[in-house]
């Protein structure tokens, strides 16, 4: 069963830190584009950061400095570090992979881990 499934989201004031995690089933990570997104409520996915087939990373901009993107090819899984985090950071985060370019739509979706900052 091809699936990915994603973990470490919860409650955090603002200013924490949180590390979220999305293992790959049945298929390997490495030589896919893998990203996370993130939907607020009554809005679309927004691509949060990337990173491509060739290891280049991006990040939207109100993200940038304070989120990690980061691959662990033995373990199968990406993980999304998060820093200061801010309650605008309060959205549902899914990971996603594509054997193509860094492009909508992603073939491989996870359900999504709820994050939540606030005090």
């Known amino acids: 069963e091809v699936r990915l499934a994603e973990s470490g989201g919860g409650l955090v004031q603002p200013g924490g830190s949180l590390r979220l995690s999305c293992v790959a089933h049945?298929?390997?990570?490495?030589?896919?584009?893998m990203a996370w997104f993130r939907q607020k409520p009554g809005q679309g996915r927004e691509a949060v950061a990337q990173?491509?087939?060739?290891?280049?990373?991006t990040y939207v901009e109100s993200v940038e400095g304070r989120f990690t993107i980061s691959p662990d090819n033995a373990k199968n899984t990406l993980h999304l570090q998060m820093e200061s985090l801010k309650p605008e950071d309060t959205a549902m985060y899914f990971c996603?992979?594509?054997?193509?370019?860094?492009?909508?739509?992603?073939?491989?979706w996870g359900q999504g881990t709820q994050v939540t900052v606030s005090s």
């Open positions: 996603a992979a594509d054997p193509g370019t860094c492009s909508w739509p992603y073939v491989h």
């Open positions: 990173i491509n087939s060739d290891g280049r990373m």
């Open positions: 049945g298929f390997t990570l490495t030589g896919n584009c």
